[in-house]
Every structure is written in structure tokens, then in C-alpha cells.
């Protein structure tokens, strides 16, 4: 697990954590938590903002909160990977945000076994929450990025968690760009252009066959 922490312009402390990095032919693990240290920082000026906001002016009203807590799932993770493996990084702002992670977990878990915003299913479907489960939404994917996020009303909290996960996938596609521009042509996202092994476990039993 590599972390990385920081403070807000407005005293916030931010930190970002991840237990995998899944670019790594972009990113060491030490620039992988920065990239989400800053992403953190923006969710950090947004919360504060909108926490110190007159009524009216914030996004479904000022935030109840200074602090939230943030999972995000990864992306590239099969769905046969665990709940607890398919983890990729937490955030979190503020110093009462570790308690909102089991929340932020909920929801993000709940995303991913049904397919959708886990708040459909707490407001609509219940049935598909079992015991143990979040009684509140919602969740957020972005093109695939799934981000839960807890420690404001419902809306507030699928607002910050959709701009984490957008501006996420913005920069992972700056980067894979830049990326490609700097290697040129080739076939696999690896700095060796080398599949990952288990392409090659997949179809071992007939590669070491004779022909």
C-alpha cells in the first residue's frame, strides 16, 4: 500500500491511499498516489466550498460536513475478484472521514454486484439489499470507474463522487495519450510490450503443444 498526504488550502487534511496500482506502465506507485493526492485536494475545495456555501448556493444545499470518505473500485478488476481485492484506492478529507469509509465501501460493492447505482436499489429494490447492507445511496460510474463515496446527504454525496471519478478517468486517458506518444507503436500497455502473464496462462495448455 503506497500513501501519500497533504492539507487543503483551507486546512483540510487530505489523504490518498491505494493498496494496487493497475497503470503501472504509467505510473510508479509513488506517482499513482499523487495524481489521486491531487485529485483529493480538488474534492477537498469543492467540500469546503460548498460546506461554507450560503443556502441555495451549494449543490442540493450547503454540506453538512467538512470531511467525506471516497472508495474507488478498479476498473480493470474481473468481477470474480473479490469485494475486498477489487478495492484500488481510498480517499479521504478531512479528520472525520475514516469513519464514512464502511459507507463509501457499501455503496461502491453494491454498484458493482448489481450493475448500477446502488441507491436505485435502496429506494426501489430493497430486496437486493441484504443484511449488513447501507440503507442509503447513491453510487457513481464513470465509463466504468466506480466511486462510493459517503459523509453528506445522498445527492451531495453522488455529486463529489462522480467528479472524482470523472476527473479520474480524464487523467488516466491524459496520461495513457501521452504515453503512447512517447513509446510509438505497439501491442500490449506494457513498457516491455509484453502481455501480462495471464494471457499466456490462458492459453498455455495449447502453446505448449507441438504443433
Known amino acids: 500500500m503506497t500513501t ?16 494496487h496500482n493497475p497503470y503501472g506502465h504509467l505510473f510508479d506507485d509513488a506517482d499513482f498516489a499523487g495524481l489521486l493526492l491531487d485529485l483529493g485536494l480538488r474534492r477537498a475545495a469543492s467540500i469546503w466550498r460548498n460546506h461554507t456555501a450560503p443556502a441555495a448556493t451549494a449543490p442540493r444545499d450547503p454540506y453538512p460536513r467538512a470531511s467525506m470518505g471516497f472508495v474507488l473500485l478498479d476498473p480493470t478488476a474481473g468481477p470474480w475478484v473479490p469485494e475486498e481485492r477489487a478495492v484500488m484506492a481510498v480517499v479521504t478529507v478531512g479528520e472525520d472521514a475514516r469513519r464514512f469509509l ?17 441507491g436505485e436499489a435502496v429506494l426501489t429494490d430493497p430486496h437486493l439489499c441484504g443484511s449488513g447492507g447501507f440503507r442509503y445511496g447513491h453510487s457513481a460510474a464513470i465509463r466504468g470507474q466506480i466511486v462510493g463515496a459517503s459523509s453528506q446527504s445522498t445527492d451531495q454525496d453522488l455529486f463529489e463522487a462522480g467528479r472524482l471519478a470523472a476527473e479520474l478517468v480524464d487523467a488516466i486517458a491524459a496520461a495513457q495519450l501521452a504515453w503512447e506518444e512517447r513509446t510509438g507503436p505497439g501491442d500490449w500497455y506494457s513498457a516491455e510490450d509484453a502481455p501480462h502473464p495471464v494471457y499466456r496462462e490462458m492459453v498455455a495448455f495449447a502453446l505448449d503443444r507441438e504443433p
Open 4 to 19: 501519500r498526504e497533504s492539507v487543503s488550502e483551507h486546512g483540510l487534511t487530505v489523504r490518498a491511499q491505494h493498496r
Open 102 to 118: 464502511p459507507r463509501a465501501a457499501a455503496k461502491a460493492a453494491g454498484h458493482r454486484r448489481l450493475g448500477r447505482n446502488y
